[in-house]
Each structure stands twice: as C-alpha cells, then as structure tokens.
C-alpha cells in the first residue's frame, strides 16, 4: 500500500515573451524542489535517514539544453514556447505535404518514431530555433534534457532521459527491438545525436545524491533516484489504466 504522509507545493514564474516564448527558470525548479523538500519534514515524524528514494512526474517536452557541468546554457524553453514557426516552415511544412507535413519528412517519421515533429511546440524546433538564433548558447550545450531529467542530472550529475521524454522529443525510434534515439532522423532534421543522452527506463535507478545535492535538499547521499516519468505517461497510471486496452478519460 501506499499512504501519503506529508505533502508540499510551491509556485514560481513562467515566463511568456511577446514573440510566442514561454521559458522557466532551472534554478526556480530546483530551489521549489529544496524549499518544499524540505518542508514535508516539519509535518511528519519521518527523519531524512528514512527516506530511501526519490522520483520524479513532470511536465513534459520543454527543452533544456546544459553544459558539460548541467548547468543550463539559456532559460529553459517550456513546452508552450512557440517561437519556432519560421523552423517548422523550413524543417517540415514544404514541398508536397500531407496534413503540413513533408510527405518525404512524415512517412519515415511515422515509420520510425509513430508520430511526426510538425508542431512549433515540438522540442525539436526548439532545439533548431536556438541552433539559428542563439548561436553562442547553442555551442555550449552538451546535453538535451527534458524538465525532469534536469533535475535528475542536479541530483545525480548523470545525463540521461527516460523513454517516455526519449519518445516526446518525436526523434526516437520506438520499433520492437530498437528504442534508441534515431540515426535516421537525426539526421533528416539536422540534430547532433551526441548531444542526445542516455535512455534509461522510469524504474531504473540513475545512481544516489551528491553531497551538494543532498545538503541543498536536506536529505542524505545514501537517497535512491529514480527515472520517473512525464505528466502525460504516468497519468494513466495514477487512474489506473496501466495496460494496453485500459481506459481513462482526463
């Protein structure tokens, strides 16, 4: 069973610019995940040696594009940032298309991936808007992260992204056998696959806390960190449809 001991929230910015930018900040996100971390503890008899694990539900498709020490190299892009519009029009809706999508760009998309990248909120149009506009930022990313896994790399120093944010960024092929971000459509949209990071799964434990990361939440670097998941994945499993035929309405 499961039982909620203690529970805490807090807000911080959004911020929406006049040309459809919808940005966040990586320290606001970690320093509400501190603060409210830390004040779970004040309403429960639980101590910080007691806890064993964290993990992690996020928003999903935002693009966090970090250093080589994971620090964000500009304010991360939310998934509502939808400034990409000139890129989406260069990258896909040209030529002879189908529902705006190039059918030459869509029918490897579909194939591959499932779906197809055609949207301006699609994390890979916000990764070709930086390439174009914010050309010094863009030569000091080393890794593409989503929301959560940002987080993960601050509590862990680990890079990695788990399938469910892999398949969010539309460039992962999702094929029985496969599940690996694709050469393919890399490729096709000009992305450079070393700054793609490790796919984990939402189970798998990404290793435990730094001491940094642990004095900032309050907890020990004996704590577990887990994958997790985005909202939209680990919804049904909160309703619980977790099996292919079971359904939920949100």
């Not at 998934?79 to 999508?101: C, F, H, L, P, T």
């Not at 490729?187 to 990361?213: C, H, N, R, Y």
Request: one cysteine or more; a neutral charge; charged letters at 25%.
């Amino acid at each position: 069973t499961i039982e909620l001991l203690s529970a805490a929230s807090e807000s911080y910015p959004l911020y929406v610019l006049p040309n459809g930018g919808a940005e966040q900040s990586g320290d606001d996100w970690w320093n509400a995940m501190c603060s409210t971390t830390k004040k779970i503890f004040n309403e429960t008899s639980v101590k910080k040696e007691e806890v064993e694990g964290i993990s992690f539900c996020s928003q999903m498709q935002g693009l966090i594009l970090v250093d080589k020490d994971g620090v964000p190299v500009r304010r991360p892009m939310s998934y509502m940032d939808q400034r990409a519009k000139e890129e989406v029009k260069k990258g896909i809706s040209n030529g002879i298309q189908i529902a705006g999508a190039n059918i030459f760009k869509l029918i490897p998309s579909l194939i591959i991936t499932g779906a197809v990248t055609s949207s301006a909120k699609d994390p890979v149009w916000k990764y070709k808007w930086i390439e174009a506009n914010e050309k010094e930022a863009f030569a000091k990313a080393y890794k593409w992260l989503d929301v959560k896994d940002y987080l993960i790399a601050r509590c862990t120093g680990k890079f990695t992204m788990t399938e469910d944010s892999a398949f969010g960024t539309l460039i992962y092929d999702n094929r029985k056998g496969k599940n690996c971000f694709s050469k393919k459509m890399c490729k096709m949209f000009g992305i450079k696959q070393e700054l793609l990071p490790e796919i984990i799964k939402s189970t798998d434990l990404v290793g435990t806390l730094t001491e940094q990361a642990a004095n900032e939440l309050g907890l020990t670097t004996n704590v577990k960190v887990f994958g997790g998941g985005g909202d939209s994945s680990l919804i049904g499993v909160g309703a619980g449809a977790g099996k292919v035929g079971e359904t939920h309405i949100y």
